[in-house]
């Protein structure tokens, strides 16, 4: 049987603080990594580090037992913090507001992670058991009969359930934390990210915030930059959802570009504050994950491409700066779709440093491809810029034989070059690649005059 391990959250910051031994002490990490999902209802098992996950939710009706409790007793209690109708108290939870305020707080899981959050109730609105339990449960009990004490414990993958306090206040009432939107929210992620695998954090002088710190945090919304960077470096970025972007044949689409087209994509990871519809996430994980990405010239066109690593800069009590936007040397490479013929790579500079390629030629319209990786076994956010715009006119020159002046001797080898030449040293005075009449009209215009 797995050990578990409970972590009370308190409802002060400054009462305690749990920090659990670092994973890979050899590198400087902000966040506190456990463990991870193994295995679940939906995906099955063998997931490793890195797989995204879907995982089930569920509330555990009162008076049933789970293993966290023998007679849980969540449901009446968050009833009446959130002041239901006795009419509302129905077997069916997914009407009730502080159900939605639970539902809104794991779909941000799946908005900055490869983690999927999917309810699925225990009962029917007839109260009839479905034969269904989530990979989560959530239930509660009275914890230790202290209103000013913990407010709720989780165990680690692979199990996760919760188990939230239910001791009142002295007059009988519900708790700010129980009965508030911002207090649930973020206490039921901040359990939820134990039931992911992540540990607790503490920064030096606020230069960060975290939902996983050791104390309830109602001044941010849900997870924040360092609780994101854990996530990602375990379960991946969004893109891995729903079969993720790790070979040409599952690329994300960027879009089809003209030659004034444009896209810069991850923007969200630049700063340590997460808003509730962050969504904008692109990483590498490590040194098992690569990124593709596909997209359309509808002509001839050139790009300038860049990939820049981001991410804030913080210290933490544990193990001091930490600098998210150099973790790892990431690169990347240009294809030609479907034949993957490489057309363009950039892998020049060092970890934490942009890549970039300037004026790619992209000489017929079509389908192509961009793959990212990275040569560090770390998570490493980035933003990916795409500028596209026309082929420059190639400047007309008929001093085919680079001598500094037009004259016979050029003429010589247009001649021998017409119908058959395509370079400048076979006679295409134009950059057409064709050697024709074209090209002896520059020569003709040109003919006695000196080249710079």
Do not use: C
Not at 321 to 344: H, R, T
């Amino acid at each position: 049987m797995e050990q578990r391990r409970d972590f009370p959250l308190m409802r002060n910051i400054a009462v305690a603080l749990a920090t659990l031994t670092m994973l890979g002490a050899g590198r400087v990490d902000a966040y506190d990594i456990v463990n991870r999902w193994s295995s679940t209802q939906l995906d099955g098992g063998n997931l490793q580090r890195g797989d995204a996950v879907t995982l089930r939710w569920s509330i555990v009706p009162d008076g049933q037992s789970y293993s966290r409790s023998n007679n849980s007793q969540l449901v009446q209690f968050l009833d009446d913090g959130w002041n239901v109708p006795a009419a509302q108290r129905v077997p069916s939870f997914s009407g009730r507001p502080w159900w939605g305020v639970m539902n809104q707080a794991y779909q941000q899981f799946g908005r900055v992670s490869g983690v999927t959050m999917v309810y699925i109730p225990e009962q029917n609105g007839a109260g009839v058991d479905t034969g269904f339990e989530g990979d989560i449960r959530i239930g509660g009990e009275n914890l230790d009969g202290t209103p000013g004490g913990a407010l709720a414990d989780n165990t680690f993958p692979n199990d996760g359930d919760m188990r939230i306090d239910t001791t009142r206040e002295a007059d009988g009432s519900v708790g700010f934390y129980f009965s508030t939107e911002p207090g649930l929210r973020n206490l039921v992620i901040h359990e939820t990210g134990h039931g992911v695998g992540l540990g607790h954090a503490q920064f030096v002088n606020d230069s960060a915030k975290a939902v996983m710190e050791g104390g309830l945090r109602t001044d941010i919304w849900g997870l924040q930059f360092d609780d994101v960077y854990a996530l990602n470096r375990q379960y991946g970025d969004p893109k891995e959802r729903n079969g993720g972007n790790n070979s040409h044949a599952t690329a994300t689409m960027l879009g089809s570009f003209t030659t004034t087209g444009s896209i810069s994509i991850g923007r969200d990871a630049v700063d340590s504050v997460v808003e509730q519809f962050d969504d904008d996430w692109l990483g590498i994980d490590g040194t098992s994950d690569t990124d593709w990405f596909r997209f359309t010239v509808s002509s001839p066109s050139v790009a300038d491409i860049k990939l820049t690593p981001i991410g804030p800069t913080y210290e933490t009590v544990q193990q001091g700066v930490f600098n998210a936007a150099a973790m790892n040397d990431l690169e990347f490479q240009v294809f030609k779709a479907p034949s993957l013929g490489l057309i363009g790579s950039a892998a020049e500079t060092g970890v934490g440093m942009a890549e970039s390629i300037d004026d790619l030629l992209f000489s017929t319209a079509g389908d192509y491809l961009i793959r990212v990786l990275g040569r560090q076994d770390a998570n490493q956010f980035y933003q990916l810029d795409l500028s596209f715009s026309e082929v420059p006119v190639a400047e007309e020159n008929a001093d085919f034989d680079g001598d500094a002046d037009v004259d016979g001797e050029d003429f010589l080898i247009w001649q021998r070059g017409a119908g058959t030449g395509t370079t400048l040293s076979q006679g295409d005075a134009n950059g057409d690649s064709l050697v024709d009449g074209l090209d002896l009209d520059v020569w003709k215009e040109q003919f006695s005059m000196p080249v710079p």
